[in-house]
């Protein structure tokens, strides 16, 4: 029976990720033929990704990245399901190499079918899934373009987020990264009142005059009360006149008009694993 050498099993287990068993059985298998027992090792990963496609993989790493020029930009989740996983250090290089990738394509569809050394990103998951015996995919899938973008990954890899700042300015690094940790933390649900859907300011003006009604305001003064209520809704919900959380008493866009009278925030993405 074909024994492999050392070398050749470490060489494989480099280039798979794949445990060393694993990489000695697949090339016994092979007879040393190293393409086909990386084929090998692909199948029992498409076996063991067919038994576990009804699992939930709900845990992972989130991972921002931006390019050397902080003009462009990605957030990936490498999703699994257990925790435990989710921690390896492996884990979660592997997210943050997938996530540099993930800048070079407009869609989720793109990055899951360009070459990830020398097969697929979809093909990789399968790849992983059968190493690590656990549900392995991309979930979330999020790119933005910017004049200066800056990062934040919260500690642990549950959430990120990068924001776009107008310009490239003294001090822009230090404010795209603080304004990040503020989406991170406080999660906007838009950049200022007039990117909020309609749909969401119809509900909100639906909910508040239903409790001025049971608290027996009258109806005549009623839509002068929404107006207040809703300039307090955007206050609290959309990022740039939220309260910046490192000095509460000036707002996200007082914040950065201070860094540079004229830098503006236009936009941002957020990724959570919850």
Do not use: W
């Not at 060393?20 to 393409?35: I, P, R, S, T, Y």
């Not at 934040?152 to 690094?173: F, R």
């Amino acid at each position: 029976m074909y024994t492999p050498a050392a070398a050749d099993v470490a060489k494989l287990r480099n280039t798979t990720g794949a445990g060393m068993m694993d990489c000695k059985k697949a090339l016994v298998e092979a007879e040393g033929d190293f393409e086909k027992a990386i084929e090998i090792l692909r199948k029992k990963g498409q076996k063991v990704a067919a038994n576990r496609a009804d699992r939930e993989s709900s845990e992972g790493a989130v991972i921002a990245r931006v390019n050397e020029d902080n003009t462009l930009g990605a957030i990936i989740s490498l999703n699994c399901e257990t925790d435990f996983v989710a921690k390896n250090e492996a884990f979660v290089e592997l997210a943050y190499e997938l996530a540099e990738q993930a800048m070079n394509y407009a869609n989720k569809e793109e990055f899951l079918a360009s070459d990830f050394h020398g097969m697929s990103v979809a093909d990789k998951m399968i790849e992983q899934t059968g190493v690590i015996g656990e549900k392995i995919e991309i979930g979330a899938f999020e790119t933005i373009q910017g004049a200066f973008l800056g990062a934040y990954i919260h500690a642990g890899n549950k959430i990120a987020a990068i924001t776009s700042l107008s310009a490239n300015v003294d001090g822009a690094e230090e404010a795209a990264k603080a304004v990040s940790m503020q989406v991170a933390a406080m999660n906007p649900i838009a950049l200022d009142e007039t990117q909020v859907s309609q749909d969401t300011i119809n509900k909100e003006l639906e909910i508040e005059k239903e409790l001025l009604l049971k608290e027996g305001k009258p109806e005549n003064i009623i839509e002068n009360i929404l107006k207040g209520k809703m300039q307090r809704f955007y206050k609290d919900n959309t990022l740039v006149h939220q309260a910046f959380i490192k000095d509460g008493n000036i707002s996200v866009a007082d914040y950065v008009k201070s860094v540079n009278a004229d830098l503006k925030v236009l936009g941002y993405k957020r990724v959570s694993l919850s």
